[in-house]
């Protein structure tokens, strides 16, 4: 099986800024940054993952800007990203991510390192859609 066929998760960083029309370096460096890092951690958490860059994720007031995406988990959008002084916090959230059936995650469980950082908690569209019937009656 093709290896981008297995990977079920999706880290994006923001590397493209709409205010200068340019790449975003910042960006750029801290997807390297990571991808090194989740390669370090190890083959089950570099072959769950596909790391990639995105034009603009509108958290321009707070850059950086890192996704977390997976079919039928919810979706984590963090913002005010740190280069290398947020790296190990964004793996092990990583880990903790992969492992939850539905993506969900307390404050409390995540790194403090992500304290405050959380812009958006989106949960997964195919919960919302199984549910509707039932929210309906």
Do not use: W
């Not at 993952?49 to 958290?59: D, E, I, K, R, T």
């Amino acid at each position: 099986m093709d290896k981008a066929k297995e990977q079920t998760h999706r880290i994006t960083v923001c590397t493209d800024c709409r205010h200068t029309g340019a790449p975003c370096r910042p960006g750029f460096d801290l997807l390297k940054r990571l991808q090194a890092a989740i390669a370090q951690a190890g083959t089950v958490l570099s072959e769950d993952f596909s790391l990639q860059g995105s034009v603009c994720m509108a958290g321009c007031e707070r850059p950086c800007t890192v996704a977390f995406q997976a079919t039928a988990k919810a979706t984590y959008l963090f913002g005010d990203i740190k280069g290398e002084a947020d790296i190990s916090a964004l793996v092990s959230f990583a880990q903790l991510y992969r492992d939850r059936p539905d993506g969900l995650t307390r404050k409390g469980e995540r790194q403090r390192a992500l304290g405050g950082k959380t812009l958006a908690r989106i949960p997964a569209a195919i919960v919302a859609v199984e549910r509707l019937p039932a929210l309906l009656q």
